[in-house]
T-cell receptor, first 114, second 115 residues
Framework: KNQVEQSPQSLIILEGKNCTLQ??????????LRWYKQDTGRGPVSLTI?????NTKSNGRYTATLDADTKQSSLHITASQLSDSASYIC?????????????FGRGTSLIVHP | GAGVSQSPSNKVTEKGKDVELRCDPI?????LYWYRQSLGQGLEFLIY????????KSGLPSDRFSAERTGGSVSTLTIQRTQQEDSAVYLC?????????????FGAGTRLSVL
């Protein structure tokens, strides 16, 4: 069964600090892995997309890593800001006959305090 | 338009009624996706359109759910005989081309409450 597990479930940090969110998956066959940021009451916003051959992808202060061998990904946030407070969702997509088969993590809720 | 537009933003209905949710994707985006997000739960994939065709409808939770897309643009998600467990935020997204490597842009969602 395809699964995506995210940790921690929630995280509180002080403004300016760095943090790392984890995503472990058992999805096969693997197509790509995405990280999204979702503010309360809004739709998710794409942060990074990584395919099998990519092991690092950056988007500003966000850096995602992918280890396809261990089936793990991380999202590192540098110099956190209050606006980083949101839910961060890991999504791993599989492919079968061209169909789109995403598996979602439950998300990590990040709170950045001043 | 500037982004993915969904309407209505909020919908309150009585159990047993039918509802229709609308999604206007970004102009030129050929791929369109519907998701559901229940309170305290993760996102759940419902259906994906490439153009007007939906290659796989197995994500729809029951036969009360149906979706269509016309003219490669607007899509509607219809829920018949709504049940309380259908209460959720229904999100639509679109991408320039098929899903494999393109960014999906999400709308703000329709919050459905079934009383």
């Amino acid at each position: 069964k395809n699964q995506v597990e995210q940790s921690p479930q929630s995280l509180i940090i002080l403004e300016g600090k760095n943090c790392t969110l984890q995503c472990n998956y058992t999805v096969s066959p693997f197509s790509n892995l995405r990280w999204y940021k979702q503010d309360t009451g809004r739709g998710p916003v794409s942060l990074t997309i990584m395919t099998f051959s990519e092991n690092t992808k950056s988007n500003g202060r966000y850096t995602a890593t992918l280890d396809a061998d261990t089936k793990q990904s991380s999202l590192h946030i540098t110099a956190s800001q209050l606006s980083d407070s949101a839910s961060y969702i890991c999504v791993v997509s599989s492919a079968s006959g061209g169909s789109y088969i995403p598996t979602f993590g439950r998300g990590t809720s990040l709170i950045v305090h001043p | 338009g500037a982004g993915v537009s969904q309407s209505p933003s909020n919908k309150v209905t009585e159990k047993g009624k039918d509802v229709e949710l609308r999604c206007d994707p970004i102009s030129g985006h050929t791929a369109l996706y519907w998701y559901r997000q229940s309170l305290g739960q993760g996102l759940e994939f419902l259906i994906y359109f490439q153009g007007n065709s939906a290659p796989d409808k197995s994500g729809l939770p029951s036969d009360r759910f149906s979706a269509e897309r016309t003219g490669g643009s607007v899509s509607t998600l219809t829920i018949q005989r709504t049940q309380q467990e259908d209460s959720a935020v229904y999100l639509c997204a679109s991408s320039l081309e098929r899903w494999t490597k393109n960014i999906q842009y999400f709308g703000a969602g329709t919050r459905l409450s079934v009383l």
